[in-house]
């Protein structure tokens, strides 16, 4: 489970972090992370896949990174998360450190012990921040929230639904095909 430190953190102190120990910092507090299970991984590995795939496909401009993969939402130095899946279409804000702004789309895969900040905590933040598209995909109850902050709107699906990415004209993901 996700449990905030309460003192004023900094990027530094993430990067002072024993090796190995995963951990975003929002507005100054540290969350710790878990490992991710095999569902999680399996999750992950296929959403990558097809938005590589796709990506790859239509020789695209936009490059797809997994966790752990450093996002710096804002020029302070008092947020730093890791989303399970970040779609970036600037490379001008790619650094040999991850991505410092916002990437275009956001995925991540709710654990038990992220709900909270998965729900509520980074949808602030991602919004704020400019992510265009945040996708939260929720296997324990059968649910895939899109929120298109472009357009204000929110959608619900299941993993039998097939759907379509708002920051691509003919992206769409068929959620049936997902073994977990």
């Known amino acids: 489970m996700a ?4 003192q004023g953190y900094t990027i530094e102190d993430i990067y002072a972090l024993p090796e190995g120990t995963r951990a975003e910092l929002i507005d100054g507090k540290i969350y710790y992370m878990v490992p991710p299970n095999t569902k999680h991984q399996r999750i992950s590995g ?15 401009t936009c490059e797809t990174f997994t966790a752990p993969f450093a996002v710096f939402l804002s020029k302070d130095n008092k947020n730093y998360v890791e989303p399970d899946i970040s779609v970036i279409c600037d490379k001008n804000k790619l650094t040999d450190k991850g991505c410092v702004g916002a990437p275009d789309w956001i995925i ?20 704020t921040a400019g992510v265009k598209e945040y ?14 902050f472009e357009n204000e709107d929110t959608q619900e699906f299941t993993f039998s639904d097939i ?15 997902l073994n977990i």
């Open 3 to 6: 449990l905030p430190q309460e």
């Open 46 to 60: 296929f959403l990558h896949s097809k938005i590589y795939q796709y990506i790859s496909n239509h020789n695209g």
């Open 108 to 127: 991540e895969i709710v654990s038990p012990g992220s709900r909270r900040m998965d729900y509520f905590t980074k949808l602030f933040k991602y919004r």
């Open 135 to 148: 996708w939260l995909v929720d296997s324990d109850k059968n649910r895939i929230l899109v929120y298109n």
């Open 163 to 177: 759907i379509k990415a708002g920051i691509y004209t003919d992206l769409s993901i068929d959620f049936s095909q």
